[in-house]
T-cell receptor
């Protein structure tokens, strides 16, 4: 098992550019989520999905889109990047998202928006 | 809304000594889970320990144990026999019992184990 993989590891964008952060898991987990981590702050939930075709907003969804067409993949799209979106992004998955599950986190993507 | 507060941005401990990291939280929920996650320099988030709020007994995992005080809304992590590999950021986190799905994280405590 590769676990949770994220690509790219690093990315630099200019303001207004768009891009997609990729997340994939090979554990057949129903629940996947995206977090951002800013300096001096804990991780904050952006969007999550409880299964293919089902997504919902988290704490800080503005400026981000997601879709879940397969169980394995959960891409995060930035439609028009802004400097405020400079952050480290983590994808996570678990069997059902419940509190007794073990959450598996990816290695993170460091995004800089100039 | 749930909030999680970690008031110690940085801590250090001598190798083989014991250290306690503090966490307080605020919630109106009666059933919930609390977690400690470790983030080493590799950035990988690793679950250290989990506590169910309705359980009186404090959770333990090898050298890691918690002091859970539900009335005081306090959830501290004790690391015994500290090792160099314990050097990391430690995050306290909260999750509602019923719906799950969303962690609320504290701002983290950077722990350095000194040889």
């Amino acid at each position: 098992n590769a676990g949770v993989t994220q690509t790219p590891k690093f990315q630099v964008l200019k303001t207004g550019q768009s891009m997609t952060l990729q997340c994939a898991q090979d554990m057949n987990h129903e629940y996947m989520s995206w977090y951002r981590q800013d300096p001096g702050m804990g991780l904050r939930l952006i969007h999550y999905s409880v299964g293919a075709g089902i997504t919902d907003q988290g704490e800080v969804p503005n400026g981000y889109n997601v879709s879940r067409s397969t169980t394995e993949d959960f891409p995060l799209r930035l439609l028009s990047a802004a400097p405020s979106q400079t952050s480290v992004y983590f994808c996570a998955s678990s069997p059902s998202g419940g509190p007794t599950d073990t959450q598996y986190f990816g290695p993170g993507t460091r995004l800089t928006v100039l | 809304a749930q909030t999680v507060t970690q008031s110690q941005p940085e801590m250090s401990v001598q190798e083989a000594e014991t250290v306690t990291l503090s966490c307080t939280y605020d919630t109106s929920e009666s059933n919930y889970y609390l977690f400690w996650y470790k983030q080493p320099p590799s950035r990988q988030m690793i679950l250290v320990i989990r506590q169910e709020a309705y359980k009186q007994q404090n959770a333990t995992e090898n050298r890691f144990s918690v002091n859970f005080q539900k009335a005081a809304k306090s959830f501290s992590l004790k690391i015994s026999d500290s090792q160099l590999g314990d050097t990391a950021m430690y995050f306290c986190a909260f999750m509602k019992y019923a719906t799950g799905n969303q962690f609320y994280f504290g701002t983290g405590t950077s722990l350095t184990v000194i040889p």
